[in-house]
């Protein structure tokens, strides 16, 4: 489940951890962290299931087999899982910047110092406020239960967000660029969006004389209850820079007037039945790319699925 509002960072560094205190994130920090589906907390560490659920590692029993498959106990689910650890790595978490309970904005470093001089009363801060027009117990009943069912709305939407942000370390594969290999796989993600469990993935292809970036989704098919592709859905892929800035963005249509369509989708792609597109972004220098695109060896892509109109 992403995070909107206040959370709470587990398994951080030690020069990192500011402590149990409730931040909110901002920046690109609101896209990179999420919560976990059993603690609610938000960890540095945390495993990505086949079927969108996401676990710190304190919460779930996981196990990798002999063929390199990583296996765990989705409680949410009630069933064994395949999913993949992914770790944000201590340079990217010494650039987030959040927000403390009483306002101050920065890095966990100055919140954390900030803290530690403790001249801000920070329990006063944790106030909630709602207007009473009377001190009565049926309007405090009353207000608290619109409170309430707001919260609980709020936590049914995100749950079925159409939309997401994801970092794929590029950094060994921009790296071999140029070499023997004309297409170069990269590294996928496991990710339920807009209801779909799905893996998302990123290639380096040699096309025309040119290197380019490409974006690909696949729908997993193990799973029953949901459809296969297409998704009857537009997807969109956005690509960011390292400093949060759009620059390249694809619309596509898979499903109209009862057919489906590609709009410049290629697909299926080799034995995983991917679909994307291979031209996605042009890597016209290895180390304009590495400099401007990447953030600590990882780019970061957007994925929303939009309904169809």
């Not at 859905?233 to 590609?262: C, H, M």
Request: hydrophobic share 35%; with cysteine; proline share 4%.
């Amino acid at each position: 489940m992403r995070i909107r509002g206040n959370m709470f960072l587990r398994d951080l560094p030690d020069n990192l951890n500011p402590g149990r205190i409730p931040l909110k994130p901002l920046g690109f920090s609101n896209r990179v962290l999420s919560s976990c589906d059993a603690c609610g907390e938000s960890s540095a560490r945390r495993i990505i299931g086949s079927c969108g659920h996401s676990f710190c590692f304190a919460c779930c029993i996981s196990h990798r087999n002999s063929d390199g498959v990583l296996k765990f106990q989705c409680s949410k689910c009630k069933k064994i899982r395949t999913g993949e650890k992914n770790e944000i790595t201590e340079n990217v978490l010494s650039d987030m910047r959040f927000m403390c309970s009483c306002g101050l904005e920065g890095t966990l470093v100055e919140i954390k110092k900030h803290l530690w001089k403790d001249d801000v009363d920070h329990q006063s801060t944790r106030i909630i406020e709602f207007p009473l027009k009377s001190e009565s117990h049926q309007d405090i009943i009353r207000v608290l239960s619109e409170k309430l069912e707001s919260f609980k709305a709020s936590i049914t939407a995100e749950k079925e967000s159409r939309k997401a942000y994801f970092w794929f370390d590029l950094k060994d594969i921009v790296e071999q660029i140029g070499g023997e290999e004309k297409n170069i796989i990269g590294p996928y993600i496991n990710w339920r969006l807009g209801g779909y469990p799905c893996e998302f993935s990123m290639d380096v292809e040699l096309i025309d004389n040119s290197f380019f970036l490409g974006a690909f989704l696949r729908i997993h098919r193990d799973q029953t209850g949901y459809e296969s592709w297409p998704v009857k859905k537009e997807i969109i892929f956005e690509l960011f820079d390292n400093q949060g800035r759009s620059v390249k963005k694809n619309q596509t249509a898979t499903y109209r007037a009862g057919k489906p369509i590609w709009d410049g989708f290629a697909g299926p792609l080799s034995d995983r039945q991917r679909w994307g597109v291979r031209k996605f972004y042009e890597i016209t220098s290895t180390s304009a790319f590495e400099q401007d695109m990447l953030h600590d060896g990882a780019v970061c892509l957007c994925v929303e699925f939009l309904p169809l109109f």
